[in-house]
């Protein structure tokens, strides 16, 4: 079993920030790319960034210079922090991993997580 669990949504101003946190937890080996999505009303699922386990990153350009990620192998954890936000970024956001289980037989699968509310009003 392994359970991705984000935290730091909220609702915050224009202009401000939040950091969100995805701790992964049991049966895990290994953890490869880690990535931050987005849901907003009505539209789509979109990719907003991705980091490897050696720490190479990549960006949606709607964040790019606003939002970093970053991740702690030793915890497990990844990060998104989000600054000068706008209220075009209010969306539910899921984390995911790539993740080779530690039980055998061993598997790679994607895990997301259940998903936390930022809204951002103007």
């Known amino acids: 079993q392994v359970q991705l669990v984000e935290s730091g949504g909220g609702l915050v101003q224009a202009g401000g920030s939040l950091r969100l946190s995805c701790a992964a937890s049991g049966s895990i080996f290994s953890i490869n790319e880690m990535a931050w999505h987005r849901q907003a009303p009505g539209k789509q699922r979109e990719l907003v960034a991705t980091i490897t386990r050696g720490g190479t990153t990549n960006y949606a350009d709607s964040v790019k210079g606003r939002f970093t990620i970053s991740r702690d192998n030793a915890k497990n954890t990844e990060y998104l922090k989000m600054n000068s936000l706008k209220p075009e970024d209010t969306a539910v956001y899921y984390c995911?991993?790539?993740?080779?289980?530690?039980?055998?037989?061993?598997?790679?699968?994607?895990?997301w997580g259940q998903g936390t509310q930022v809204t951002v009003s103007s």
């Open positions: 995911s991993a790539h993740i080779l289980t530690s039980t055998w037989p061993q598997r790679r699968n994607d895990y």
